[in-house]
Antibody, heavy 115, light 107 residues
Framework: EVQLVESGGGLVQPGGSLRLSCAASGFTFSSGWIHWVRQAPGKGPVSVSRMNSDGTSTSYADSVKGRFTISRDNAKNTLYLQMNSLRADDTAVYYC????????WGQGTLVTVSS | DIQMTQSPSSLSASVGDRVTITCRASQDISSSLAWFQQKPGKAPTSLIYAASSLQSGVPSKFSGSGSGTDFTLTISSLQPEDFATYYCQQYNSYPLTFGQGTRLEIK
């Protein structure tokens, strides 16, 4: 069974940092693109970032460019999102997504940026 | 970015009804369209991919159609567990973009 499990969310003050993790199982993690998407309270999902299979290509939403860094460790079947200089409008549930014969979503991890 | 426009934004229906939700892309996305369901406080669950392919384990009461810019999700014989918010998502080009959602409520 394809599974994605996010962790690392929490409460952080504005300007702070967090690193999210997405542990993958049930498929060949080292193949294909994998995505981070976030959903602010009461809103629809929005793309945040993506990375290709070997980590040589990345994309970021304009709103996080220069603050967030996506990375992956194929030996550990894990995707990461390093989030720096966090702002109140980064508050959201963060999901990792993978397309394998349809889209698989993780259960999400909540990031709250507040003083 | 490709804009995805869903209609209606909310819909009231009764148990046993058949409903249709539409999604329009701002440009041709071929068949790179997915639908997913979300219940309050829960992660999204995928229903349809490639516009009309049913995700594994999803009941056949859910069906999708369309290509290019116009797509539909149809849910037949509504049951209480189907009342939720539904989103479309295009993946023809990055960034992934999503419709604003359709909230399906019990009449």
């Amino acid at each position: 069974e394809v599974q994605l499990v996010e962790s690392g969310g929490g409460l952080v003050q504005p300007g702070g940092s967090l690193r999210l993790s997405c542990a993958a199982s049930g498929f060949t993690f080292s193949s294909g693109w994998i995505h981070w998407v976030r959903q602010a309270p009461g809103k629809g999902p929005v793309s945040v970032s993506r990375m290709n299979s070997d980590g040589t290509s990345t994309s970021y939403a304009d709103s996080v460019k220069g603050r967030f860094t996506i990375s992956r460790d194929n030996a550990k079947n894990t995707l990461y999102l390093q989030m720096n200089s966090l702002r109140a409008d980064d508050t959201a549930v963060y999901y990792c997504l993978k397309y394998i014969g349809g889209w698989t979503w993780g259960q999400g991890t909540l990031v709250t940026v507040s003083s | 970015d490709i804009q995805m426009t869903q209609s209606p934004s909310s819909l009231s229906a009764s148990v046993g009804d058949r409903v249709t939700i539409t999604c329009r892309a701002s440009q041709d996305i071929s068949s790179s369209l997915a639908w997913f369901q979300q219940k309050p406080g829960k992660a999204p669950t995928s229903l349809i991919y490639a516009a009309s392919s049913l995700q594994s384990g999803v009941p056949s009461k859910f069906s999708g159609s369309g290509s290019g810019t116009d797509f539909t999700l149809t849910i037949s014989s509504l049951q209480p567990e189907d009342f939720a918010t539904y989103y479309c998502q295009q993946y023809n080009s990055y960034p992934l973009t999503f419709g604003q959602g359709t909230r399906l409520e019990i009449k």
